[in-house]
């Protein structure tokens, strides 16, 4: 991850989901912002319609914005929110 985060142990219990990979720190940013409803709706289409046992971070974003964009549309807030977050933590 480009720019580590070391977090106090009372925040996100020490940064356990913002520090511990890159996906998931782009589930992090993406329920901050979206919330845990639509994120959950978003992962839930993504890892049962798109990802497969050997996607890559690349394939995750691309599902991800897939399964956004089905459920709210294309260049809706929470495709965005998706695209940002996975911009942030590096994947392009």
Do not use: C, R, W
Not at 16 to 30: F, Q
Not at 38 to 44: G, L, P, R, T
Not at 68 to 90: H, P, Q, T, W
Request: proline fraction near 2%; glycine fraction near 8%.
């Amino acid at each position: 991850m480009d720019d580590y985060n070391h977090y106090p142990i009372y925040i996100d219990h020490g940064g356990v989901h913002s520090n511990s990979g890159i996906p998931n720190k782009a589930a992090a940013l993406i329920t901050k912002e979206i919330g845990y409803e639509k994120a959950q709706d978003i992962y839930y289409t993504a890892l049962t319609s798109y990802l497969v046992s050997t996607s890559n971070f690349k394939d995750a974003k691309m599902s991800l914005m897939q399964a956004a964009e089905d459920i709210f549309g294309n260049g809706s807030a929470e495709y965005n929110s998706v695209k940002n977050a996975y911009d942030a933590v590096g994947v392009y």
